[in-house]
């Protein structure tokens, strides 16, 4: 029990070089995870972590933690022990018996409370700095800032010498300077936030809008240098023994090099390609939304939908543009609209997720409203942007109080009645009465069908009006009231038939014979009067719809009698049939414009059939239109140089100039082919430079060429031919 107490200072102590430990750890560990996102390389990442926990190590020194420190620091820390746990430390020997009491009730109190005690290291603090380098080792990956950090050496790859060869067959022997050092330097456009990017590889890929920096060093001086692109030559400058050219990339091509040394002999370069990456426009896609959307009026008209929005660099701004319409026809009203998104467009976000709600309410759309509505985004490019719109979405309220017209032709005012779709709408509810029958209890089926039955009464009714019918006045009693003795001698169907035949004979009178055996005198107005005592001549309608109406009327008839009955099956056919008639009276009251047609002069009749065509001009054109020929200058070179390699002579200045426009038409095909066409389009350029060229390079030359031209295809067609008593035998003996 009394080494117990020194026991408890030496865990203490262990446990304090441990914390001192972790922190370093902890320090160290957070430049070195910041270090390998920006710079990508373990090695270096690790070297800084050891660095660093080497150097906080040195600094902090924890194997120099003595019990003597801990001591001290507990007796600061923790008044419990009353400054006495040195007692711990010293032997026991040399204690008195009131040091030995102290020193054994210390032991217990450290014994009890030495895990409450806290070393003197701050571990949070170590771990804030680790969450801090975290958090900017999260920025910097999502923003890409560790681009800017990448070393320009660590990108060159593709290591390619330039090769330069004399344009001139006598300079052949002759050492040509030698290229110490090449580089090519790309300069991203700065709103993609790329680092730039160092090789030695001649061919360029690049962005379009990037600048471009070349750099060659030879081993002596020469008297000038160029670089020649499409035909165009631009000297490079002089700086010491460094020549240098800066131009901005917007043009996909081929190019090379040109030197002239001091000695007066040109040298040339290989060609080497340069192709344009273009930036491309956003990408949108549109999720949780259909293409088109209907609402009816009761419904929630809301809109809720996800925008997932992508750029190869960055999206810069997205928003929607809407139009609602109102009305139909030319009184038809458009309002546009530019909405924001409900989350806040993040510029230069790569990808980002964007969600919108639309509530046509509080956009003032009414019943038959439309909105049509499509995204636009805008990237980042500069000067000028990549804009992307979405396809077009639609939503509508819909509309089911309608009205459908016609105007008689003969009439300046639409008599048409309102009620022709009532029609239809009782055929829709008959059919739905007789679906749900097995739903639906008796006497629910029967009230149904009877009010129904009511409803094609009334929408007879409104055509009698048209038609010229009395209406019962509201204050005359039915026929349905009449006295209970006279309806139970009548026939059960009376009240639900159209008696055509019968419904008149109360106003039947006796006829005079005498007088109808005389003639009737005639009324020399009647032909211009209009009689609206006669209810066959009291109708808004032409003596040609009066009979289709009586007839839908007839049909109504035969309807509500069967639904009276409840049996609505057998109130179909008749209300089909009425319908059919309705819709052949609306349609017969439209107005046609007549065709306008062509209206020939009168002929003639003395010069009819007479066959006389001289004062007939005919006219006749014949012209060949001749299809271009496809790289005419190719096919001229090929024959060019055949006659070259035959008589075994010298290019000319002419065939030198032929062969640069065949490259010119060589170089469209390297551009879209340059493994195929590049060699050949090399020996084109050499040999357009140089004066002299082997009949070996003279020849591939002419094979690459030929390979160029495309293949003609077949056209087969008819000849004549001469056939000899030779070939008609041996025809003869084959069949």
């Not at 379009?208 to 631009?234: C, P, R, V």
């Not at 009698?464 to 009449?482: H, K, L, N, Y």
């Amino acid at each position: 029990m009394i080494d117990s107490g020194k026991q408890s200072l030496i865990q203490f102590r262990k446990r304090w070089q441990l914390l001192e430990f972790l922190s370093i750890v902890l320090y160290a560990l957070g430049p070195a995870l910041l270090s390998y996102l920006l710079k990508s390389d373990l090695g270096l990442s690790l070297f800084l972590f050891l660095s660093l926990a080497a150097a906080l190590i040195l600094f902090k020194k924890p194997w120099r933690l003595t019990l003597e420190k801990v001591s001290s620091y507990i007796d600061q820390k923790f008044n419990g022990v009353e400054y006495s746990t040195g007692l711990l430390l010293r032997p026991i020997e040399e204690l008195s018996s009131m040091g030995m009491l102290q020193r054994y009730k210390i032991s217990e109190v450290l014994n009890e409370n030495i895990k409450k005690i806290k070393p003197l290291v701050n571990v949070k603090m170590a771990f804030m700095v680790l969450l801090m380098f975290g958090f900017l080792s999260f920025l910097s990956y999502q923003f890409s800032l560790h681009k800017l950090f990448e070393p320009a050496t660590n990108n060159i790859e593709n290591q390619q010498s330039l090769r330069f060869q004399p344009l001139d067959s006598a300079h052949v022997k002759t050492t040509p300077p030698a290229l110490l050092f090449q580089k090519l330097s790309i300069y991203h456009p700065s709103y993609t936030k790329l680092a730039k990017t160092v090789t030695s590889d001649m061919n360029i890929r690049a962005l379009e809008g990037s600048k471009l920096i070349w750099e060659l060093q030879f081993d002596t001086l020469i008297q000038e240098a160029s670089i020649e692109i499409l035909e165009n030559d631009y000297p490079l400058t002089k700086q010491g023994t460094t020549y240098s050219k800066q131009l901005s990339f917007s043009e996909t091509g081929f190019y090379n090099f040109k030197f002239k040394a001091m000695d007066g002999a040109s040298y040339i370069s290989d060609l080497y390609a340069m192709e344009v990456l273009q930036d491309e426009s956003p990408s949108i896609e549109i999720q949780g939304l259909q293409q088109f959307s209907s609402f009816g009026f009761s419904q929630a008209k809301v809109l809720n939908f996800m925008v997932a929005l992508s750029d190869d660099y960055g999206v810069e701004d997205s928003f929607i543009i809407a139009t609602v319409t109102k009305g139909e026809g030319e009184s038809v009203k458009f309002r546009e609209e530019r909405l924001t998104f409900d989350d806040i467009v993040t510029s230069g976000t790569k990808k980002q997720v964007l969600s919108k709600k639309i509530d046509l309410d509080q956009m003032g759309m009414e019943a038959g409203d439309e909105l049509y509505f499509y995204v636009v985004a805008i990237d980042n490019k500069r000067p000028k942007a990549n804009i992307s719109r979405s396809e077009t979405y639609f939503a509508v309220i819909k509309d089911t109080v309608t009205n459908q017209f016609a105007v008689e032709g003969t009439m300046g005012a639409d008599l048409m009645p309102a009620y022709f779709r009532s029609q239809r709408q009782l055929i829709i509810d008959t059919e739905k009465l007789i679906a749900d029958q097995n739903k639906l209890s008796k006497e629910k089926f029967n009230f149904t069908s009877n009010e129904l039955g009511y409803d094609q009464k009334a929408l007879r009714i409104k055509y009698g009006e048209f038609m010229g019918d009395e209406v019962v006045a509201a204050g005359e009693a039915p026929e349905e009231t009449r006295d209970a003795g006279d309806a139970t001698n009548s026939d059960l169907l009376k009240d639900y038939t159209h008696d055509h035949d019968g419904d008149n004979e109360h106003n039947l009178v006796e006829h005079d014979h005498k007088e109808a055996e005389g003639e009737k005198e005639e009324d020399p107005l009647e032909s211009y009067l209009h009689n609206h005592d006669d209810p066959e001549e009291s109708t808004l309608f032409t003596a040609s719809l009066k009979s289709k109406l009586r007839q839908a009327m007839d049909e109504m008839w035969n309807a509500e009698l069967y639904l009276r009955l409840y049996t609505p099956k057998k109130s179909l056919p008749y209300q089909y049939r009425a319908l059919t008639l309705i819709q052949e009276i609306k349609n017969s009251a439209r107005i046609y414009v007549h065709r306008i047609g062509f209206d020939p002069p009168p002929i003639k009749e003395d010069k009819r059939l007479s066959g006389t065509l001289d004062e007939v001009v005919s006219y006749s054109k014949l012209e060949d239109i001749a299809q271009p020929q496809a790289l005419p200058f190719i096919k001229k070179a090929v024959e060019r140089l055949e006659r070259v390699i035959t008589k075994a002579s010298i290019l000319t200045a002419e065939d030198r100039e032929l062969l640069l426009k065949a490259g010119n038409e060589l170089a469209v095909l390297a551009i879209q082919e340059p493994g195929k066409y590049l060699n050949t389009l090399q020996l084109l350029k050499n040999s357009s430079e140089r004066s002299e060229t082997s009949k070996l390079a003279l020849e591939k030359l002419q094979r690459g060429l030929l390979a160029a031209i495309p293949k003609t295809k077949p056209r087969p067609r008819k000849t004549n031919a001469s056939l000899s008593k030779l070939n008609e035998l041996l025809l003869q003996e084959l069949e």
